[in-house]
């Protein structure tokens, strides 16, 4: 069991082992708000004592009820700095907040965007209420989307919630509510009754900057499942299609690659399809005035569904693309919204 004294120092907690085992596992089991690679890093820093001795290996091994004491101390300043962006925020409680991230928003600080990502926005308006997600005063990133991918995310207020949330991504879906949809235009014809694309990704060895489809045995999992809700034009060869992509894996660059692997890229996407720009000439006047307007792939993280890290309520919440990719495909007579909402 844990008892929890909050002193100025930090929180003081006091853990007796209920069964022979690992440190870090049984810290794990006493402090659920903790996540065990949190909880990891608290041992390698010396935060941890059993009796008057120092437990500094995660893997030690502790006998029933011996006395574990750990101090986790107050998080410390994020290094972002808060910022003053408005964010579009469709719900948030003491736990989390999800967020419907435009294009253009870079998630976390990273080389070249130091400011204006979607973290330093989160710190300005959480302000005080933010607990220390991994030791720093900022919000638990839980997934990314990529920069000019427009969308829904949801976003850790807590450890406990960031921990609860990512069991939830690592497991896909495959045993709880998680769902992700996306709403994407690709170039070409795709089956009318859809498919799911099963290759495995990596970082392609000719362009770090590329994911690329992985030769069998390698790279990681990546599954995605597509449904085709349109198809223009409808009675002449296909030129664009309006899809529904729900992932069962997470991957950087994911739809874009898979799509761009069958020969289907994004349109607008200018890192995996770049050999169809001619294809616009295909397209009716105000949908290539639209495409050039949009100036980036065509990708909305429209849908995201989970299960509350707290209450276990199964959330679902849905988002419309914005207004440059929605003018996009009703320049071509599609409905996103029917696709979108089930």
């Known amino acids: 069991m844990g008892e929890e004294d909050e002193g100025v120092g930090g929180e003081q907690h006091t853990v007796v082992a209920a069964a022979d085992g690992r440190l870090d596992r049984i810290l794990a089991a006493a402090l659920p708000e903790l996540s065990r690679t949190r909880l990891q890093q608290l041992v390698r820093a010396g935060a941890v004592r059993i009796g008057a001795g120092l437990a500094d290996t995660p893997s030690l091994k ?4 011996e006395t574990i004491a ?19 925020v469709l719900y948030e409680d003491d736990e ?26 989160l710190i300005a308006h959480c302000g005080a209420s933010l607990s220390g997600i991994g030791g720093v005063r900022r919000p638990g990133i839980v997934h990314r989307l990529d920069k000019d991918t427009s969308g829904l995310m949801v976003v850790a207020k807590t450890d406990r919630a960031h921990a609860a949330l990512s069991r939830q991504f690592a497991d896909h879906g495959r045993t709880g ?16 009754g859809g498919l799911s694309i099963d290759r495995p990704l990596a970082r392609s060895t000719r362009n770090r900057e590329k994911i690329a489809v992985a030769p069998p045995g390698q790279g990681r999992e990546a599954i995605t499942h597509v449904e085709v809700g349109a198809i223009w034009p409808a009675s002449q060869e296909p030129v ?11 991957r950087t660059h994911q739809i874009r690659v898979h799509l761009a692997s069958l020969g289907h890229p994004l349109l607008g996407d200018p890192l995996y399809g770049g050999g169809f720009r001619t294809k616009a000439a295909l397209l009716p006047s105000v949908a290539r005035e639209c495409l050039v307007a949009l100036g980036r792939q065509a990708l909305h993280a429209g849908v995201l569904g989970f299960a509350h890290p707290t209450t276990g309520e199964a959330l679902s919440f849905t988002s419309e693309p914005p207004g440059d990719l929605a003018a996009l495909a009703q320049s071509l007579g599609f409905d996103t919204r029917s696709l979108l909402q089930r």
Request: overall charge negative; proline content about 13%; glycine content about 10%.
């Open 62 to 65: 502790i006998a029933a009820g």
């Open 240 to 250: 664009v299609s309006l899809l529904r992509c729900e992932l069962e894996t997470g």
């Open 177 to 192: 509510p998680l769902e992700r949809a996306y709403l994407a235009l690709a170039w070409g014809g795709l089956p009318v």
């Open 70 to 88: 750990l101090i986790v101390p107050p998080p410390s300043p994020a290094a972002p700095a808060g910022e003053a962006i408005p964010l579009t």
């Open 96 to 121: 989390l907040l999800v967020v419907d991230k435009p294009a253009g928003m870079v998630v976390h600080p990273a080389a070249g965007h130091h400011t204006g990502t979607l973290v330093n926005a």
